[in-house]
């Protein structure tokens, strides 16, 4: 780049994003906070997540502002961030409430009309986790936890509705939940199970089999969770 057009782009052009560096903040501190090294309620000191982490504050911030989207933290005016609640068994139970109207209907959309193309890419899914992982730390389930939020997010895509699978995507789900505990093999295997058991039904083009396995997986899953 000459001179003359460094002098005459100078201040149109944004400066490059340091996208690994971004990447590895907001993994640092999602792991602290999904294992509860950062407890709930507890504040989040940008200068001093900085420090930790010994990055300057522009991509902790950047980070902080998506854990918020993900529904991580909190922003309050005139208090900064603060690590926000895990979900209560009666948040639970209503969140499952409104997965199980929305995402049986959803399966049994996406099984009456499933193309070749959905068929190969669920396929994929499925086969993207050969077991499940035995430790409860983060980093342990994070594979798991992915994998959850992904088969779910693309059996409601399939289904054909944007409005079911935005509504799906704003609740954060796959945090919330998987931050309450995960109790290892116990519920990671029976959950591949169920898994499979919905996504054969959804490529055998087998509407109300998609449907029966998906509302029987969530029942299975919430009273899981509720136990944990």
Same mark, same amino acid.
Request: glycine share 6%; hydrophobic share 40%.
């Given at each position: 780049?000459?001179?003359?057009?460094?002098?005459?782009?100078?201040?149109?052009?944004?400066?490059?994003?340091?996208?690994?560096?971004?990447?590895? =903040?907001?993994?640092?501190?999602?792991?602290?906070?999904?294992?509860?090294?950062?407890?709930?309620?507890?504040?989040?000191?940008?200068?001093?997540?900085?420090? +930790?982490?010994? =990055?300057?504050?522009?991509?902790?911030?950047?980070?902080?502002?998506?854990?918020?989207?993900?529904? +991580? =933290?909190?922003?309050? /005016?005139?208090?900064?961030?603060?690590?926000?609640? =895990? +979900?209560?068994?009666?948040?639970?139970?209503?969140?499952?409430?409104?997965?199980?109207?929305?995402?049986?209907?959803?399966?049994?959309?996406?099984?009456?009309?499933?193309?070749?193309?959905?068929?190969?890419?669920?396929?994929?899914?499925?086969?993207?986790?050969?077991?499940? /992982?035995?430790?409860?730390?983060?980093?342990?389930?994070?594979?798991?936890?992915? #994998?959850?939020?992904?088969? #779910?997010?693309?059996?409601?895509? +399939?289904?054909?509705?944007?409005?079911?699978?935005?509504?799906?995507?704003?609740? #954060?789900? #796959?945090?919330?939940?998987?931050?309450?505990?995960?109790?290892?093999?116990?519920?990671?295997?029976?959950?591949?199970?169920?898994?499979?058991?919905?996504?054969?039904?959804?490529?055998?083009?087998?509407?109300?089999?998609?449907?029966?396995?998906?509302?029987?997986?969530?029942?299975?899953?919430?009273?899981?969770?509720?136990?944990?």
């Amino acid at each position: 780049m000459t001179s003359e057009m460094e002098r005459r782009l100078k201040g149109q052009v944004p400066p490059a994003r340091r996208t690994v560096l971004t990447e590895d =903040v907001y993994e640092h501190l999602k792991t602290l906070i999904m294992d509860g090294e950062l407890a709930p309620g507890a504040r989040v000191n940008i200068y001093a997540v900085a420090r +930790l982490l010994d =990055v300057s504050q522009t991509p902790v911030r950047e980070v902080l502002a998506r854990l918020e989207s993900d529904g +991580l =933290v909190t922003k309050e /005016p005139l208090r900064g961030y603060s690590v926000a609640p =895990v +979900l209560t068994p009666a948040q639970v139970t209503d969140l499952y409430d409104l997965r199980l109207l929305l995402e049986p209907w959803a399966a049994g959309r996406a099984a009456a009309a499933v193309t070749a193309a959905g068929a190969q890419r669920l396929r994929a899914e499925l086969e993207s986790l050969a077991g499940a /992982p035995e430790g409860t730390s983060y980093q342990q389930y994070r594979a798991i936890q992915g #994998h959850d939020a992904r088969f #779910h997010d693309l059996i409601a895509e +399939l289904s054909g509705s944007e409005a079911v699978r935005d509504a799906l995507e704003r609740t #954060h789900s #796959h945090l919330h939940l998987f931050r309450l505990d995960y109790p290892g093999r116990d519920s990671g295997e029976p959950t591949l199970d169920e898994h499979h058991a919905i996504g054969e039904a959804v490529i055998a083009g087998r509407p109300e089999e998609a449907e029966t396995a998906m509302r029987d997986h969530l029942s299975r899953a919430r009273n899981r969770f509720l136990s944990a």
